[in-house]
């Protein structure tokens, strides 16, 4: 029986997210919070691989309250349990910070055979988090996993295809394995209105700082993280363009092709 | 941790025996600017052994140094190996600063080895700034799906850790400086490697999947309709061009990762780029913003990308397109 963990993050729909003219600061309010888009492609990709092998699909998150949205989400597509870890003191957190804190409390649920990870999120975007979570949990690790072809539960290895910049590679790695998923092969599943029912009541395991034994406050939060972020600002835009407008597409299209003849 | 313990800026130099990564290059030019401006060496860790000519290449990029590293585990690349060499090469030497081209290989280890040692890892910056003040390198790259630019430091651990994506950075050579080489034997057990390639098929080539060269992009933003691509293509193939989309559009699987243009995607520099649709979000600005004249067509007047264009016009995208399917028809 494969124990399987699926690292999720909600994040906020960036592509909806608006600029304050006046504070050049983000606009968040009315801003829907979503499950990062690709972390439903490593969720699929792990209760795909349950329903072969057979085990326990078990999701994780670190986020405000509302996250456990995001987790109610995964359990109504397949996953068996729900870890939420909340605490103020996990915010401001780099991806070494997060890292620490999702490994730290994971491994009071066991040890995972098989772990997925989105590739990226919507809204950090670092994709560093499958790399460091393999670290801190001493896994092999395959990026770019298109799809898992057999786990080997009795040699300890897994086969996977990877999709790489020139061609698609078939390796072998020990277990535990982390993956970061590719969406190629598993497009997620649209629940079926008895999960979905299910999933609004089901348990979901919440832990802060102090219900995991041992946690270290050095390495949580704003303490714990090496990088950080002095100041944003606005991207800086230059004049407009020529703008064409001569009254009728068909006229804009002629003026264009004069103005871009020379470097047709 | 002592800042001042620490010393020159490192680029991992990826190649595979033949030809060196051109990112591993373009970060060696870039870098070289910066470790100028701090007065440190730049030094390019090579494992293994480059042909005479490549070796040349990266010494015209003026390296002070190179680390050249041999050993057992290097044999074809894997994470634990090269996580391991450079957590150990970190330990003794104290670099300031790691570089790594954000291939997938570099994406991989890189991260890894700073999660090890530990130190702050940065991914995907566009623009990169030396602080006297601090001596800190301030990583620039946009955030927040290109609405924001953000500057990330790493004020108090070293090194500082940076994957930089293929083409962010441009190659040019400032030339040959005085260059020492030191070797290093750092072996890594093989039967400690935890993953093993057991085969490679190399796509089929498919010239229209490789934008990064092409002289003329059409671009589809998020506005697209499915039913509306072949329009595109045909446009693009009568310019004698290639169709090119932004992440978003990725996003929803309408087109393949390849073709996504901007941080995240690829780095074009085509001689026209005509954008269809495209809001003009920063990231993928980032990606084609050299190139040599930008026409945008959105129906929305304030679109930003009306701020980067040389021409623009403001419509629905699917009749410009049309209407300039007729003009080169005719």
Partial sequence: MLNILVCVKQVPDVNLVKIDPVTGSLIRKGVPAILNPLDANALEAAVQTKEQYGGTV??????????????????????DKAILLSDRAFANADTLATSYVITSAAKLFGSFDLIFCGKESLDGATGQMGSQLAERFDASQLSSMSLLLAVDEAGKTVTAERELEKGVETAEAKLPCLFTVEKTNYRPRIPNLKSWKASR???????????????????????????????????????????????????NVDTLFELIADVL | MNKNDYRDMWVFIEHDGETIQPVSLELCCEIRKIADAAGEKLVAVVVGTLPESETEKLMETGV???LRVSGTGYGYFNVDAYANLFTVLCRKYLPTAVFVGGTINGRDFAPRFACRLPTGCTSDATELVWDPKTTDIEFIEPAVGGKMMAVITVPVMRPQVGTIRPGTFKYVPTGKRPCSVIEETVDFPEAEIRTRVLDFKADDFDESLNIADADVIVCVGNAVKVDSLP???????LLGGKLGCTRPVFDRGVLPFKLVI????????????????????????TGMQDSGCIVAVN???????FKYCDYGIVGDMDEVCEQMLRHLRR
């Avoid at chain 1, 009541?201 to 939060?221: K, R, Y």
């Fill in chain 1, 58 to 79: 078990t999701c994780i998150t670190m986020g405000p309250d509302q996250a456990a949205e995001a987790l109610r989400e995964c359990l109504a597509a397949g996953a």
């Fill in chain 2, 231 to 237: 329009k595109y293509r045909e446009l693009a193939a």
């Fill in chain 2, 64 to 66: 002070d140094v190179i």
């Fill in chain 2, 262 to 285: 901007g941080q995240s995607g690829v780095v074009v520099k085509p001689k026209l780029y005509l954008s269809f649709g495209v809001s003009g979000a920063v990231n993928h600005v």
């Fill in chain 1, 201 to 251: 009541t089901a348990e979901i395991t919440t832990l802060n700082s102090l219900s995991i034994p041992g946690l270290d406050p050095a390495q949580i939060g704003d303490p714990g993280s090496p990088t950080k972020v002095p100041r944003t600002y606005p991207p800086v835009v230059g004049e407009s363009g020529h703008m064409i407008d001569e009254g009728s597409t068909e006229k």
């Fill in chain 2, 299 to 305: 129906k929305d007047p304030d679109a930003a990308i």
